[in-house]
């Protein structure tokens, strides 16, 4: 493995990144102009007893390797939760129930499926969910896992405020407002939004939505979010590795099937990078896309001047900027009731 | 002498980076990665301007965007 990618590798994974992404999403805006009303603008504040701290949960693995979900149930946090759309059902199926749900991403039938999918049985064949370690429910007896999850979200969902981006699929906002889900809608910030003829700036004026930064994936968008719109202080990451734990099968990572297509199987390791993380005193190893996530998350806090506790507790996201914290201490520190064992 | 491949050479063996094969090797991984990292677009687009991470139309504070 290679220990760093560099700047002309991230250049091309931001581009294929734009490339991906921008025209289908701005189809979808124009199918959602219909669905459009209140803005990321209107959210309503969260009350005062909730305390000015707040939890952004990402869907990686440490979710499940360190049972952070159930920590965060069992400490009775009482701060604001805000979840990524793929850490919904781990969080529903385990009694937290966020307050506020993100999505970004514009892929026109996987992200439904962390909303529970009506229509799943129609869907193109692929193994995306049975290989994934974001919710590894979603693993095996994938129908039935994704009827439980139909059910959970319809019984959540008027509790829950969805922070909508305007180039997700129209089958996620049917869905989202099926399960009576309040919709706040924002645009990314996909190029420079001064520039007239950009793809933002074209959005914008299609939509009239504000737009945020996005950090590149949904977990930092909820991070952003948590900081810029409901302004919490301080905002802990959850579920936010950006990697894969030491002794992941290659097979079992995310883009395998993509770099596979490309690289010899004998020199297929030559993809992913080895990061050593201090804090954990651990080696885990990342590919392209999760590194390239990472540097822009680095870029967010370096740029913002703001700084992020890291409770993950695994994964490859420290630098300048990041605090890396025990959960147990964040939540006791700011806004819970103690569980007697420390697991840190 | 045993063929070595890696970062290092013994003294009497060619260099094999500069023969014609391996330089099309080199070439070759290059070519794959850059196909590979063209596929591996992430969940969505990143940009940021300055300090801001909400933007809700206002004109750039130079003026020079009339639009």
């Known amino acids: ?344 | 002498m045993a063929k070595l491949i890696g970062n290092y050479k013994i003294s009497g063996q060619p260099d094999e980076r500069e023969t014609e094969s391996t330089v099309k090797k080199e070439d070759t991984v290059g070519d794959f990665e850059r196909k590979a990292m063209a596929r591996l677009g992430g969940s969505i687009a990143f940009v940021m301007k300055g300090k801001n991470v909400v933007w809700n139309g206002a004109p750039p504070k130079d003026g020079a965007d009339k639009s």
Not at chain 1, 193 to 218: F, Q, S
Request: aromatic share 10%; with cysteine; charged share 20%.
């Open chain 1, 1 to 344: 493995m290679k220990s760093a990618l560099n700047q002309a590798e991230l250049s091309l994974v931001a581009q294929a990144t734009f490339n991906k992404t921008a025209n289908i999403g701005f189809k979808h805006a124009q199918e959602n102009l219909g669905y459009m009303d209140k803005t990321i603008l209107d959210v309503p504040k969260p009350d005062a007893s909730k305390g000015p701290a707040a939890i952004a949960m990402s869907a990686g693995p440490s979710l499940h390797r360190r049972r952070t979900i159930e920590r965060i149930r069992d400490s009775a946090f009482k701060g604001v939760i805000v979840a990524a759309d793929g850490a919904l059902g781990h969080c529903l199926r385990n009694g937290v129930v966020p307050d506020y749900v993100v999505t970004v991403d514009p892929h026109p039938y996987w992200i439904i499926r962390w909303f529970g999918d009506p229509d799943l049985r129609s869907r193109p064949e692929d193994d995306y969910f049975r290989r994934q370690d974001l919710d590894p429910a979603l693993n095996s007896r994938e129908q039935e896992r994704n009827d439980e999850l139909i059910e959970l979200v319809n019984a959540h969902g008027p509790k829950i405020k969805v922070i909508i981006a305007t180039c997700v699929a129209p089958n996620v906002t049917r869905r989202c407002l099926q399960a009576g889900m309040s919709l706040y809608w924002w645009n990314p910030i996909c190029d420079d939004y001064d520039d007239p003829a950009g793809h933002t700036r074209r959005l914008y004026d299609m939509t009239k939505m504000p737009c945020m930064v996005t950090g590149g994936n949904c977990g930092a968008s909820a991070w952003i979010f948590a900081k810029a719109i409901l302004e919490r202080d301080p905002v802990a990451m959850v579920g936010m590795d950006l990697g894969y734990a030491p002794g992941t099968p290659l097979q079992k990572t995310q883009y395998y099937h993509e770099l596979i297509k490309f690289y010899p199987v004998d020199r297929l390791e030559q993809a992913y990078i080895a990061m050593y993380n201090p804090h954990l005193n651990e080696t885990w190893f990342t590919d392209p896309t999760y590194y390239w996530y990472r540097q822009c998350f680095l870029d967010v806090v370096r740029q913002s001047g703001w700084t992020a506790q890291n409770c993950t507790e695994g994964g490859t996201l420290f630098g300048d900027g990041i605090e890396c914290v025990p959960l147990d201490r964040f939540i006791t520190e700011h806004g819970g009731v103690q569980p007697t064992a420390t697991q840190c």
